[in-house]
Nanobody, 124 residues
Framework: QVQIVESGGGLVRPGGSLKLSCAASGNIFSLYIMSWFRQAPGNQRELVASMTSDGIRNYAESVKGRFTISRDNAKNTGNLQMNSLKPEDTAVYYC??????????????????WGNGTLVTVSS
């Protein structure tokens, strides 16, 4: 079984910073893509940032220059550093993993493993 756990959410004032963390555990062989999504009330879940195992990063236009995604391939962990936060960044943030796992001595591909989310509130 694979588990994804996010942490680091909270309340922050506009212009402030917050760092989210994601940890993947279980019978993981390797993480291929680690992504962060967010969902604000009444909105659809949207991609915020993603990063492949070889370091290719992708960001939503709304967060470019403010958010930075990073990861530790050896530890199957990742972070989302969020700076210059705005009220419109308020949402539940989810970590998503696309990975390879071990099953009965075979390496298999698994997609769309989600954490339970962590709430980020940007408000004065």
């Amino acid at each position: 079984q694979v588990q994804i756990v996010e942490s680091g959410g909270g309340l922050v004032r506009p212009g402030g910073s917050l760092k989210l963390s994601c940890a993947a555990s279980g019978n993981i062989f390797s993480l291929y893509i680690m992504s962060w999504f967010r969902q604000a009330p009444g909105n659809q879940r949207e991609l915020v940032a993603s990063m492949t195992s070889d370091g290719i990063r992708n960001y939503a236009e709304s967060v470019k220059g403010r958010f930075t995604i990073s990861r530790d391939n050896a530890k199957n962990t990742g972070n989302l550093q969020m700076n210059s936060l705005k009220p419109e960044d308020t949402a539940v943030y989810y970590c998503n993993a696309d990975l390879y796992y071990i099953d009965a001595d075979q390496i298999k591909r698994g997609k769309d493993y989600w954490g339970n989310g962590t709430l980020v509130t940007v408000s004065s």
